[in-house]
């Protein structure tokens, strides 16, 4: 839902519609990974967000497209792409509590 929204509307405000639309998809990502044990629920949400915004980059049968071939819509092409990979790839920062010893 995220990538199809933000890809209609990142061409609103140039540059920042797009600087926007890309903070979001950020926001989902990273809180994704903070919020979950595990990389799967960041993958499956980095999936559905590219996954929209390539289907939405894609000319339509009548010849109009959503993302436009400039500036602004090739950073919407490669941002959430470049997004996904940083958040996924990030190494694991939550910290596993040490065994409580039985020495007290």
């Known amino acids: 839902m995220i990538g199809v929204i933000t890809t209609f509307t990142h061409r609103q405000l140039p ?9 979001i998809i950020a926001a989902l990502l990273v809180g994704a990974r903070l919020a979950f044990e595990g990389r799967l629920p960041a993958v499956a949400a980095a999936l559905g967000v590219v996954g929209a915004v390539l ?3 894609l000319q339509s049968t009548g010849g109009s497209v959503l993302v436009a071939d400039d500036p602004i819509g ?7 792409a470049l997004i996904a990979v940083v958040a996924i790839a990030w ?13 007290e």
């Open 15 to 23: 540059p920042w519609g797009v600087l926007a639309g890309l903070l």
């Open 55 to 57: 289907l939405l980059s």
């Open 74 to 80: 090739m950073v919407w092409a490669i941002g959430p």
């Open 91 to 103: 190494p694991e920062t939550r910290r596993r509590p040490e065994a409580a010893s039985d020495s």
